[in-house]
């Protein structure tokens, strides 16, 4: 590779861009290349670091308060696919377990004496599961529940 | 800001998932780029400060639509830069932060020297382009950003914004040659 030819392709390359293996070898052997592209590399850095304006003082405190009083919490940590989703398999699994073999295994075991508190178990799983979806949407669910009662009149 | 390009990502993962105070760390980290941005809009300290209130709250606002697909300082940059050209449709145009450029009173008088030279062969690129592309050359050289970020904030095709970048390169290769950075920053 030529140095100017090495040069110029050094110099199209993109911020932080990975260099290509011919163009490393030959800032590697060569002497004059190598030390253009340390200044340019060296100028370029300088540059991204520079202090633009010194004279600005720190008003982190005054942005995280505007960000306080924003409203915008953001304690919810699930999206609404994932809820849908553990929805729909718990749902499914009520109606699967009774095809399962346990299901047959506990039966014979335990009589008719299992059906009540198992399905006193599905429903508190149920019931836990839609309230925690509930008060972790609670915002929204109160924006549309007044959406709605102004629509109401 | 190299060694903080995995730590970004995490600060904003964990505000996501609810742990608003850490916000504070990228405002703080941030806060003087946003506000040079703000600079190159408004030419004025106070509008600047107001500016970059607005883009703080405005990131905190839509931090759910960052998705991780580029890094987060991209991001940002992004919804600063889109925020100040709303702000300033109308106005005047956004000059170049290169005409801010002042050499520092403490350095040595060779490194001084130097980034005279650099500043000058930048305002000569500036002064070359059209005054639509001279943000080209800022998000590039101050904000580091790479030629796809530049081409999807500012819509300018990406070999417009490649070879605008490289004539400021070889101006800027020009004012390097048989510098002192040749002699001291050798790789």
């Given amino acids: 590779m030529k140095c100017e030819q090495a040069m110029e392709q050094y110099l199209r390359a993109d911020n932080d861009a990975y260099l290509p293996l011919a163009l490393r070898i030959h800032l590697r052997m060569c002497g004059k290349c190598r030390k253009e592209a340390a200044a340019m590399r060296w100028a370029l850095e300088m540059l991204r670091k520079e202090e633009l304006h010194s004279a600005y003082g720190d008003i982190s405190g005054s942005v995280m308060d505007a960000v306080r009083n924003s409203g915008n919490s953001y304690g919810r940590t699930m999206p609404l696919r994932n809820w849908v989703s553990g929805e729909v398999i718990i749902i499914a699994s009520i109606f699967l377990v009774q095809f399962s073999d346990d299901r047959h295994w506990l039966n014979n075991f335990f009589g008719s004496n299992l059906e009540v508190p198992l399905y006193i178990v599905l429903g508190v799983l149920v019931t836990v599961y839609s309230a925690l979806f509930v008060v972790s949407r609670l915002e929204e669910f109160k924006e549309k529940v007044v959406k709605w009662q102004n629509r109401q009149g | ?187």
């Fill in chain 2, 1 to 187: 800001m190299e060694e903080y390009k995995y730590v970004d990502e995490y600060i904003i993962k964990k505000v996501q998932q609810g742990n608003a105070g850490l916000f504070e760390q990228v405002v703080k980290k941030y806060q003087k780029r946003i506000f040079s941005m703000g600079m190159m809009f408004f030419r004025n300290p106070d509008d600047a400060s107001d500016y970059v209130q607005e883009v703080f709250i405005k990131t905190f606002n839509n931090i759910q639509t960052y998705r991780g697909q580029s890094k987060f300082y991209y991001w940002l940059i992004r919804v600063a830069y889109n925020h100040g050209i709303n702000m300033v449709k109308g106005m005047k145009r956004a000059e170049s932060l290169v005409d801010t450029l002042v050499v520092d009173g403490d350095i040595s008088p060779e490194e001084s020297q130097l980034k005279k030279d650099i500043y000058s062969a930048l305002q000569h690129a500036v002064d070359d382009l059209p005054e639509k592309y001279r943000i080209c050359i800022d998000l590039y050289f101050f904000y580091g950003c790479p030629y796809h970020e530049i081409t999807a904030m500012t819509g300018f095709p990406v070999n417009t914004v490649k070879s605008h970048v490289f004539r400021a390169k070889q101006l800027l290769r020009d004012a390097l040659k048989g510098s002192v950075a040749e002699e001291y920053h050798e790789m």
